[in-house]
């Protein structure tokens, strides 16, 4: 069953349980390109996982507001989310205001999340660093007291970070999540924005496809298993067990 994506301002959110993650994208395709699998394995788990979109993503050269909106629709049903919206902010012109501050951590005041998954602080991508500063900053706001924003006052425990980057970095992620069981999950999540990722794409392989692929077997290659989803912390990792590693 198809759930509603929100995109009423944070106050007129209808009334839900407290998500335990919420994964905020700059734009619709981010969180499956990023964390897919995770996000599949999470709800697959019994979490309760959220994304924010902060903008419609578009306009791009073979999608509309319309379109991508039916591709999200798609995507959301494929990793079988417990929620979605949208924050409306201006694709391209995505931007650390005070404005947009308030508007995210008054979205983690509604919604309650233990944990905030952001993207990767450095991208060539404007948008993306745009929004790791604005999620970083609401995360304190969250908090505030004797303030206009809805919502009881809330601070979300942690920010974790996921890698949709437009660099070639080779990067030295903090942890590795094993998403064998959930490619699938992923691979349809992402094939979901058709005008994003196979129209007007080169057929010739290795396609986007092909490389996603490529890129999610060898982050499973480095922890022995067969697909994997990589992230980063700025703050230490805690765990109750030994038994927690792999």
Same mark, same amino acid.
């Given at each position: 069953?198809?759930?509603?994506?929100?995109?009423?301002?944070?106050?007129?959110?209808?009334?839900?349980?407290?998500?335990?993650?919420?994964?905020?994208?700059?734009? *619709?395709?981010?969180?499956?390109?990023?964390?897919?699998?995770?996000?599949?394995?999470?709800?697959?788990?019994?979490?309760?996982?959220?994304?924010?979109?902060?903008?419609?993503?578009?306009?791009?050269?073979?999608?509309?507001?319309?379109?991508?909106?039916?591709?999200?629709?798609?995507?959301?049903?494929?990793?079988?989310?417990?929620?979605?919206?949208?924050?409306?902010?201006?694709?391209?012109?995505?931007?650390?205001?005070?404005?947009?501050?308030?508007? %995210?951590?008054?979205?983690?005041?509604?919604?309650?999340?233990?944990?905030?998954?952001?993207?990767?602080?450095?991208?060539?991508?404007?948008?993306? %660093?745009?929004?790791?500063?604005?999620?970083?900053?609401?995360?304190?706001?969250?908090?505030?007291?004797?303030?206009?924003?809805?919502?009881?006052?809330?601070?979300?425990?942690?920010?974790?970070?996921?890698?949709?980057?437009?660099?070639?970095?080779?990067?030295?992620?903090?942890?590795?999540?094993?998403?064998?069981?959930?490619?699938?999950?992923?691979?349809?999540?992402?094939?979901?924005?058709?005008?994003?990722?196979?129209?007007?794409? *080169?057929?010739?392989?290795?396609?986007?496809?092909?490389?996603?692929?490529?890129?999610?077997?060898?982050?499973?290659?480095?922890?022995?298993?067969?697909?994997?989803?990589?992230?980063?912390?700025?703050?230490?990792?805690?765990?109750?067990?030994?038994?927690?590693?792999?």
């Amino acid at each position: 069953m198809s759930i509603p994506i929100h995109t009423c301002p944070p106050a007129e959110l209808p009334a839900c349980e407290p998500l335990d993650i919420l994964v905020v994208a700059p734009h *619709p395709d981010d969180a499956e390109l990023g964390m897919g699998g995770t996000i599949a394995k999470m709800i697959s788990e019994g979490m309760r996982v959220g994304v924010l979109d902060l903008t419609t993503g578009e306009p791009t050269p073979h999608g509309s507001e319309s379109i991508r909106r039916q591709e999200t629709c798609v995507a959301t049903d494929a990793l079988a989310l417990t929620w979605r919206g949208n924050a409306g902010l201006p694709n391209r012109m995505l931007v650390h205001t005070l404005e947009a501050r308030a508007l %995210v951590a008054s979205y983690f005041r509604m919604l309650r999340p233990r944990w905030i998954f952001a993207p990767y602080w450095t991208d060539a991508h404007p948008d993306h %660093v745009a929004a790791t500063e604005i999620v970083e900053a609401a995360r304190f706001w969250a908090k505030l007291s004797k303030t206009d924003m809805p919502g009881e006052r809330f601070h979300p425990e942690r920010i974790y970070y996921y890698f949709c980057i437009h660099l070639r970095l080779a990067i030295d992620p903090d942890w590795i999540v094993d998403i064998s069981d959930h490619w699938p999950a992923k691979l349809a999540s992402i094939q979901a924005y058709h005008s994003q990722f196979i129209v007007g794409r *080169p057929t010739d392989p290795p396609t986007m496809i092909d490389q996603l692929h490529h890129e999610a077997a060898n982050w499973g290659r480095i922890i022995n298993r067969r697909y994997g989803e990589p992230f980063a912390t700025k703050e230490p990792l805690a765990m109750k067990s030994i038994r927690d590693l792999i």
